[in-house]
């Protein structure tokens, strides 16, 4: 059940469009300004203190639920499809398919990069634009994860430095330069509306995941492959690989890779690193003949880490720094190079 308590803003430590960061009581809380307006040093507000009571690492703050030094307040919005439906926070985000009925659902054979954590979008993106630097290249986010773009400091550093040129939020996740119903929908509007020559999905800040083969979000990712194979794009699957995980159903390629992988009934291709042997696609209890359907491209990655430095991005994966996880960022090096492979002549 959440929890939740009155605080004081004692003090603002940062402000974005959509999100403040704030000390209440001293303690950390952001604001999702879109929701709920912002709020000032001083005022007294209602924070849900779930997360911290549970210890979370991406979600380990408060959140300021409600401004009571407000007597109201309203929020423009954009049309009538609501995201966080039924509940208390349901917004009328709109839709940007309200605003572009006609949207192609045809997507052309573009490449279509799928992730299952937010941190690899960073390096695809930045071997994107390192091999071709006069792509588009737009970023959809799931709501697997993280509902508000808001919070990703990755993507705010990502159009900052000109890696991605656009985002779409898809389901319920919000905040990206267009909303979408879903990501099937994301994908068309980024090809159709967005331009896109590269498009990269993968769920916002914090994977839930457990311990069985099917208890994650990133789950998520067989059906979006097969989404991408039905409208016509080209799916590639961005391996997570991991050498510095404590769990041992992360090390080696990823257990939700692979399984997701297995789960994935149509043909796509699956960019693997130079650095990722053979065998290790065949773990977590995922046989050859699971994935033998599908098309393995080996790949030699640029290096992502010197990539993301000349772009002052700093990211981490679970905590851990380009150094110790250097075969993730080649993974997500490869997927962007097969991406760049399979792009088609750009547009005039």
């Not at 403040?20 to 009581?25: G, K, T």
């Not at 010197?306 to 679970?318: E, G, P, Q």
Request: charged share 15%; with cysteine; aromatic share 4%.
């Amino acid at each position: 059940m959440p929890t939740f308590r009155t605080a004081t803003v004692t003090s603002i430590l940062s402000e974005r469009s959509g999100l403040q960061r704030v000390a209440v009581d001293d303690e950390r809380a952001y604001v999702l300004t879109q929701l709920t307006g912002p709020v000032a040093v001083g005022d007294q507000v209602i924070v849900n203190t779930t997360a911290v009571e549970l210890g979370l690492g991406t979600g380990g703050w408060h959140v300021v639920h409600w401004n009571l030094s407000l007597d109201a307040w309203a929020g423009p919005g954009t049309g009538h499809i609501m995201k966080l439906r039924y509940t208390s926070l349901q917004v009328d985000t709109g839709a940007a398919e309200e605003h572009h009925p006609d949207v192609a659902s045809d997507l052309d054979g573009t490449p279509v990069v799928v992730g299952s954590l937010h941190s690899q979008v960073p390096g695809v993106a930045a071997t994107v634009r390192h091999l071709r630097p006069d792509a588009t290249i737009v970023y959809v986010m799931t709501d697997g994860a993280a509902l508000p773009m808001a919070l990703s400091d990755l993507v705010v550093a990502m159009v900052t430095a000109g890696l991605v040129d656009a985002t779409v939020t898809a389901g319920h996740a919000f905040g990206g330069d267009l909303e979408a119903v879903n990501v099937a929908s994301a994908l068309a509007l980024a090809v159709d509306v967005l331009g896109a020559d590269v498009v990269i999905v993968a769920m916002g800040p914090g994977v839930v995941g457990t311990g069985t083969a099917l208890g994650t979000t990133a789950l998520e990712v067989t059906d979006i492959l097969g989404s991408v194979a039905a409208l016509g794009g080209r799916p590639i699957a961005c391996l997570r690989v991991s050498d510095a995980d404590s769990r041992a159903r992360h090390r080696g390629v990823s257990h939700h890779t692979l399984v997701a992988l297995a789960r994935t009934f149509t043909p796509v291709t699956i960019a693997v690193p130079d650095v990722v042997a053979d065998e290790e696609l065949e773990a977590h209890g995922v046989s050859p003949a699971e994935l033998r359907h599908h098309h393995i491209e080996r790949v030699t990655p640029p290096d992502v880490a010197a990539l993301l430095d000349s772009h002052r991005i700093h990211v981490t994966t679970m905590g851990r720094e380009p150094a110790e996880e250097p075969r993730f960022f080649a993974a997500c090096g490869a997927a962007g190079a097969a991406a760049v492979a399979h792009m088609r002549p750009l547009r005039a």
